[in-house]
Structures are given as C-alpha cells and as structure tokens.
C-alpha cells in the first residue's frame, strides 16, 4: 500500500468541503450497517436487507448514497446488483474512531472509579 501525503496545513476550502462531505456520507447509521456487513464480502440489496433488518427501499437508498460517494461499487449479474466496499479506507477512519471511543470510555470509567461509585 503507497504512503499517504499529509494533507496540506491550514486546509484549502475546496478540501475542507470534501472533508465534511465524506463524514456527512457515514454520519447515518444505517450507512455504517451497511459497509460493515459489506466487509463480509459482497451482497446483494436483498441479503443486505436481511442483514441490517431494513426494508428495500431503506436499504436502496442509502446504497446509492454511499455509491455516489465512491465507497461502494455495483455490479449487475442478471436481474440482480451486487454491492461491494470500493474503498477500504473507509474502515481506517472507523478504527480511528472506534480506538478514539475506546479511550473516552477507559478514560471515563476511570473518573467514576476515582469517585468511590458517588453518582
């Protein structure tokens, strides 16, 4: 895997928008179901629906969203679509996140600890 260039330092406004735009795209929740049933392996919209309980056109949606934005990728075989992850740097930035949460948390639990229980 190439290294990544830094991002230049203060961010140009063009970029800042593609920045907010990229998190507005994984801001909704069924958008994360998605991608992480995805990283399984390909699905069709009907084996997605099944696995994030919602409904087609739910599921259809939210697709197209994260297909505009170039996470997903769409392949037709027969009279079916098949999803799968097109960009899995998508999955750095959720380990980034997830990490960041799990420090708040120890961090957190480590403050109730210190305070004898004392809600």
């Known amino acids: ?30 958008r994360i179901k998605l991608l992480d049933r ?5 699905a069709t ?6 696995a994030v309980g919602a409904s087609q056109q739910n599921v259809s949606k939210h697709l197209g969203v994260l297909l505009n934005a170039g996470m997903v990728s769409r392949t037709k075989r027969g009279t ?3 999803y799968a992850i097109a ?3 998508v999955f750095e930035l959720c380990e980034q996140v997830c990490g960041g949460l799990r420090r708040q948390i120890v ?3 480590a ?3 210190g305070q004898g229980g004392v809600a």
């Open 1 to 30: 895997m190439p290294e990544q260039t830094p991002a230049p330092h203060p961010l140009p406004d063009p970029l800042v928008d593609l920045i907010a735009g990229r998190f507005r795209v994984l801001a909704e929740p069924m």
């Open 38 to 42: 995805l990283r399984d392996g390909e």
């Open 45 to 50: 919209v009907a084996e997605l629906q099944e």
């Open 80 to 82: 079916s679509a098949v």
């Open 87 to 89: 960009d899995h740097g």
């Open 107 to 109: 961090e957190l639990d």
């Open 111 to 113: 403050m109730l600890q």
